[in-house]
């Protein structure tokens, strides 16, 4: 609760200071939304499908890796009581070297993933994103918020002629949801 009405208080604080300069001046506020913008473009279900690919692909072969040690493990389980203490030291060494790679092939492909993400999203966020700044242009607006940012809503009210997401969507060439579920 309280962090909510910090950032009520800061964005109050931002309005004041930034009208300042343009007193005298109507401020224009429009909202959109961003992310059912995104969600509705055909690139962004490709982008989707491309990195579900290189997910099951990665999936495949983590799950190979985690078969190769179980094996590994349950063979050495096995023959473990007729090892030396030499060869049961070794065995267990590759066991936790085995362990080792698995964990970085882990981290190496949600690296890889989280990259290529942002290599598919960034030419699309940035399309959104000039749409959006067209028609704040076109309309005049001094300002346009996202009307849900991080899942939860930045606006407490906001009057329905002020949502610009159908004009962004538009200028894109997106077609419209059957139902908006902004509304």
Request: glycine share 6%.
């Amino acid at each position: 609760m309280r962090t909510k009405w910090i950032g009520l208080v800061a964005f109050l604080a931002t309005t004041f200071v930034t009208s300042g300069p343009v007193l005298g001046q109507a401020i224009k506020i429009g909202y959109t939304d961003a992310q059912l913008i995104v969600a509705q473009m055909s690139e962004y279900r490709t982008i989707l499908s491309q990195l579900q690919g290189m997910a099951d692909s990665g999936q495949s072969e983590y799950q190979g890796l985690i078969k190769s040690y179980q094996e590994k493990l349950t063979d050495y389980q096995k023959k473990q009581a007729l090892l030396s203490d030499q060869a049961r030291t070794t065995r267990e060494q590759e066991l936790t070297t085995m362990q080792g790679e698995i964990q970085q092939f882990l981290a190496n492909k949600e690296r890889e993933l989280a990259q290529r993400e942002e290599e598919l999203m960034n030419p699309l966020l940035e399309r959104v994103q000039n749409a959006i700044n067209s028609v704040a242009g076109e309309r005049g607006l001094t300002l346009v918020l996202n009307a849900q940012a991080s899942g939860s809503p930045v606006l407490l009210y906001a009057d329905s002629s002020m949502d610009v997401t159908e004009l962004v969507m538009d200028k894109l060439g997106i077609p419209k949801p059957a139902q908006s579920e902004n509304q």
